[in-house]
């Protein structure tokens, strides 16, 4: 069993940066692909991004390639979005997620068994 949870949401502008953690507990973290997902408000739950195991491959939503980075401490059970360049489209509750079955670069909620309960983002204009 693996409880996620997030931090590091809240209120910015345009333009600026943001950083999410998601600290994990519970046995074999490292096993784990890890993700980010999204749900803006009146839409479905979107894939950010993801990465495997080791930190070594990531994979990104076309819409945040370029601005955001994951990134995971495996020493430290946390995994980490950086987000940079937001816009108001960014607004969203942004979920991190885990499975030991899950591929990284499917870029799907598939095999992802743990989830978090989500944090806030929102890009004022």
């Known amino acids: 069993q693996v409880q996620l949870v997030e931090s590091g949401g809240g209120l910015v502008q345009a333009g600026d940066s943001l950083t999410l953690s998601c600290a994990a507990s519970?046995?074999?973290?490292?096993?784990?692909?890890m993700g980010w997902f999204r749900q803006a408000p009146g839409k479905e739950r979107e894939f950010v991004a993801s990465?495997?195991?080791?930190?070594?491959?990531?994979a990104y939503a076309d819409s945040v390639k370029g601005r955001f980075t994951i990134s995971r401490d495996n020493a430290k059970n946390t995994v980490f979005l950086q987000m940079n360049s937001l816009k108001p489209a960014d607004t969203a509750v942004y979920y991190c997620?885990?499975?030991?079955?899950?591929?990284?670069?499917?870029?799907?909620?598939?095999?992802?068994?743990?989830w978090g309960k989500g944090t806030l983002v929102t890009v004022s204009s």
């Open positions: 997620a885990g499975g030991m079955a899950a591929n990284y670069y499917s870029g799907t909620d598939y095999a992802m068994d743990y």
């Open positions: 519970g046995r074999a973290f490292s096993a784990y692909t």
């Open positions: 990465i495997n195991w080791s930190g070594g491959s990531t």
